[in-house]
């Protein structure tokens, strides 16, 4: 149980265009997703916090109109990279928190690697 | 603020023990968290400590001191495919993960 799946695992994409990530709870209800990045070699580190029918809590530094977070369900959010530049290239990590009798375990996705160019 | 550390590399023997250490200075705590890092992966759960002392699962432990802001995981009969990156993590409020730098392990022949 408790399986996070990302989509896509890896994404190339231009300069100036947009990519977006999901991150699914696959088999629990998960009111609360977290965005992460990580840099190589680097540990991660929060971007904001999605919780289910809200507006993402973002972390000091991170630029809320550049990454749009969207949880409009139980199981989905979604991280969308706008107008993406080479310094945005990194390693992307969803997690969701483990239901109701597992409140302080996070389970992660799997990442989604993300190469401007 | 939050403030994590931990070694950047530790290099150990196939069959040996190795313990990894992480000190934490946080402004709340609900709990720490160990995580296994594989590179190009997320991380995997690998303990949870909430309370002070040691907390063991197979080849695994992991130990915590709440008043001395300390934790070490504890890592048994290593093999190799235990290299990996250890991630030390912090709960405040909230449930927001704060995340050590991570120490690089190498277990060789």
Redesign the interface.
Known sequence: GAVVSQHPSWVICKSGTSVKIECRSLDFQAT?M?WYRQFPK?????MA?SNEGSKATYEQGVEKDKFLINHASLTLSTLTVTSAHPEDSS?Y?C?A?GGREK?????????T?LTVT | GQNIDQPTEMTATEGAIVQINCTYQTSGFNGLFWYQQHAGEAPTFLSYNVLDGLEEKGRFSSFLSRSKGYSYLLLKELQMKDSASYLCAVTGGGNKLTFGTGTQLKVEL
Do not use: A, K, V, W
């Open positions: 609360t977290f680097q540990s991660l580190m929060l916090t390693f990590i997690s928190e409140l302080h375990e996070q389970y992660f996705g799997p990442g690697r």
